[in-house]
């Protein structure tokens, strides 16, 4: 199994930014990638970002250019850099672990961006 704990979130003013951190521990060998999605209230989970175990990574268009993911050397941590956050970014904010074993979920983290 992989286990995930994020870290980082919130309370941020508008234009402001902050960086999560999803930190993987147990069978990380088996991790193919690692994503950020996010959860409004009252709104669906929606996809943020995603990076491969190769380093490959992909945005929704509504963060692109806005936020940056990356990990650490050795892959075990990943990161979501957000800048020029927006009171819409405002929703609690999950990454998940896509692996040979399935798919794994943090707990989230609350991310709040006041106008």
């Known amino acids: 199994q992989v286990q995930l704990v994020e870290s980082g979130g919130g309370l941020v003013q508008a234009g402001g930014s902050l960086r999560l951190s999803c930190a993987a521990s147990?069978?990380?060998?088996?991790?193919?990638?690692i994503g950020w999605h996010r959860q409004a209230p009252g709104k669906q989970r929606e996809y943020v970002a995603i990076?491969?175990?190769?380093?490959?990574?992909n945005y929704a268009g509504s963060v692109k250019g806005r936020f940056t993911i990356s990990r650490d050397n050795a892959g075990n941590t990943v990161y979501l850099q957000m800048n020029s956050l927006k009171p819409e970014d405002t929703a609690v904010y999950y990454c998940?672990?896509?692996?040979?074993?399935?798919?794994?979920w943090g707990q989230g983290t609350q991310v709040t961006v006041s106008s």
């Open positions: 990076i491969s175990s190769g380093g490959s990574t």
């Open positions: 998940n672990a896509l692996t040979e074993l399935g798919e794994y």
């Open positions: 147990g069978r990380t060998f088996t991790i193919n990638a």
